[in-house]
Nanobody, 124 residues
């Protein structure tokens, strides 16, 4: 079992940056692929990015590619999502999720464990 807690969300102006954190407890995240997902009001859950458990492979959906960077610090049992050049369409509740496998995916149904989410609002 693993528990996940997100933090780092907030209100930012268009063009600004935020760094989200996903901290694991109950188990090391070393063996888990981690995904970031988001959901805006009235819209379905959308995959954003993911990172593999061991080889450090990463994936980004086209809408965030070049603006977002996912990384992990195993010593801190934490995965980060650095978000730059934020736009209003990035406004959403952001979730991290974990699945005990090597390869990552932005297919949400694959993930077994989910955090509670952290709100990101991009507005002038």
């Amino acid at each position: 079992q693993v528990q996940l807690v997100e933090s780092g969300g907030g209100l930012v102006q268009p063009g600004g940056s935020l760094r989200l954190s996903c901290v694991g407890s109950g188990s090391t995240l070393d063996y888990y692929a981690i995904g970031w997902f988001r959901q805006a009001p009235g819209k379905g859950r959308e995959g954003v990015s993911c990172i593999g458990s061991s080889d450090g492979s990463t994936y980004y959906v086209d809408s965030v590619k070049g603006r977002f960077t996912i990384s992990r610090d195993n010593a801190k049992n934490t995965v980060y999502l650095q978000m730059n050049s934020l736009q209003p369409e990035d406004t959403a509740l952001y979730y991290c999720a974990a699945v005990r496998r090597r390869l990552c995916s932005v297919y949400g149904s694959l993930y077994a464990y989910w955090g509670q989410g952290t709100q990101v609002t991009v507005s002038s």
